[in-house]
C-alpha cells in the first residue's frame, strides 16, 4: 500500500559505496545563486548542506536567512534540479518551504514510507513584494483525482492572479513525484494554451509506468519584460531517448536578450525517464555563465540509465 501525502498550494569512475550513491560536486559559478538586498533572488538546497548520502533519511530541513530582510514575505517558488532515489520500494520525493518570513524560510526535501531518499535537492526563485509582474504557483494531481487512482495523463486551466496585457511567458517543473516501485520512472509537465487569463497546465507519464501523484510548479511573467531569458532543453536535443548516457551539456545563447551582469539562474526538472534496475540519479546545473549565455548539463550517475531527461529554466537580472 502506498501511503498518501496531502499536497497544497562527465562521467567518472566508481570504486566505493559513497560514489555510488553521490555524483560530482557542480562547479561553482558566477550568477548560479544571487542575491540583491531586498530584491528577487535565486538560490539553492541540497540534503548534501546536512548530511551525506550514505546517511538516507525521510525528513530533511535547514533555516534559510535572506542576507537582507524583506519588507514582507517573499513569494518563492521552487523546483526539483537533483534526485538520488534507491529503486527497492516506490520513488517518492517531496520539495516544500515554510515558515516564510521576512527573513527567511526552512526549506525541506521529505520521502515517505519505505523509499530510500540518499540525496535530493531544489533551485528556487525568491520573487520581492515589489516584483508584481510575476506570477507563480503549483498544481497537484492530488487536486484532481486520488493518489489511489492514478492517470496516465492529467491537465488542469490554471488563472493567473491577474491578467496581463499579452499572454505572458510561462515556465513548468516539478516539485514532488511519487511514483510506482518495479517500473521505470517516467513523467513530464508542459503547458498548453496560455493566453492572457491562464493557461493549461500538464503531468502525464507513458508506457508501463504509474504516477501515484506529482506537483508541477510554474512562472509566469510578461513577455516583453527585459533583463530575462527563460525556456525548455532536453538531453532529446543532442540523442535520442533509445541512446542512454550519462552525463549531456549543450550552450545557449541569450540572442537579443540583454545582460549588463552575470545572471541569476533557476534551473529544475520538467520531465525525465529511467530504468528501475538502478537507482533514480538525476541533476542539472548550469556552468560558464555570460552575459551571452551559459552551458546546461542533465547527468545521471554511477549505474543509473538515463533515457531522457528535460529541465526548464529561467535567467534574470534584477
Request: hydrophobic residues 35%; glycine residues 6%.
Amino acid at each position: 500500500m502506498n501511503p498518501s501525502i496531502s499536497i497544497n498550494s562527465a562521467r567518472f569512475s566508481i570504486s566505493t559505496p559513497e560514489q555510488l550513491r553521490s555524483p560530482p560536486l557542480a562547479p561553482a559559478s558566477p550568477g548560479l545563486t544571487s542575491y540583491s538586498f531586498n530584491m528577487s533572488s535565486t538560490g539553492q538546497f541540497s540534503t548534501g548542506e546536512i548530511r551525506l548520502s550514505s546517511n538516507p533519511q525521510s525528513q530533511n530541513s535547514k533555516p534559510v536567512t535572506f542576507p537582507k530582510s524583506f519588507v514582507a514575505p517573499p513569494r518563492i517558488a521552487l523546483g526539483l534540479n537533483s534526485l538520488d532515489i534507491g529503486n527497492k520500494a516506490n520513488a517518492r520525493i517531496r520539495a516544500y518551504t515554510s515558515d516564510i518570513s521576512k527573513s527567511g524560510f526552512t526549506a525541506h526535501v521529505d520521502s515517505w514510507a519505505d523509499t530510500t531518499l540518499y540525496a535530493g535537492g531544489f533551485s528556487y526563485l525568491t520573487l520581492s513584494p515589489a516584483h508584481l509582474e510575476y506570477d507563480c504557483g503549483e498544481f497537484s494531481t492530488s487536486e484532481d483525482h486520488p493518489w489511489t487512482n492514478p492517470h496516465v495523463k492529467t491537465a488542469r486551466r490554471i488563472d493567473f492572479s491577474c491578467h496581463f496585457i499579452t499572454p505572458p511567458k510561462v515556465i513548468v517543473f516539478f516539485t514532488q513525484l511519487d511514483f510506482k516501485g518495479q517500473m521505470s520512472w517516467r513523467a513530464k509537465t508542459y503547458t498548453s494554451d496560455i493566453d492572457v487569463e491562464g493557461f493549461t497546465i500538464h503531468i502525464d507519464t507513458w508506457a508501463d509506468t504509474t504516477l501515484y501523484s506529482a506537483t508541477a510548479g510554474w512562472i509566469a511573467y510578461p513577455e516583453d519584460r527585459e533583463h530575462v531569458f527563460s525556456g525548455t532543453a532536453s538531453t532529446n536535443d543532442i540523442r535520442p531517448w533509445n541512446h542512454p548516457q550519462l552525463t549531456q551539456l549543450k550552450h545557449v545563447n541569450f540572442g537579443n536578450v540583454e545582460f549588463w551582469k552575470y545572471p541569476s539562474i533557476f534551473m529544475a526538472f520538467n520531465e525525465l525517464d529511467l530504468n528501475i534496475r538502478a537507482n533514480l540519479r538525476l541533476r542539472c546545473y548550469a556552468d560558464n555563465i555570460s552575459t551571452q549565455g551559459f552551458t546546461w548539463h542533465i547527468d545521471s550517475w554511477a549505474d543509473s540509465v538515463l533515457y531522457s531527461a528535460g529541465i526548464s529554466y529561467l535567467c534574470v537580472v534584477w
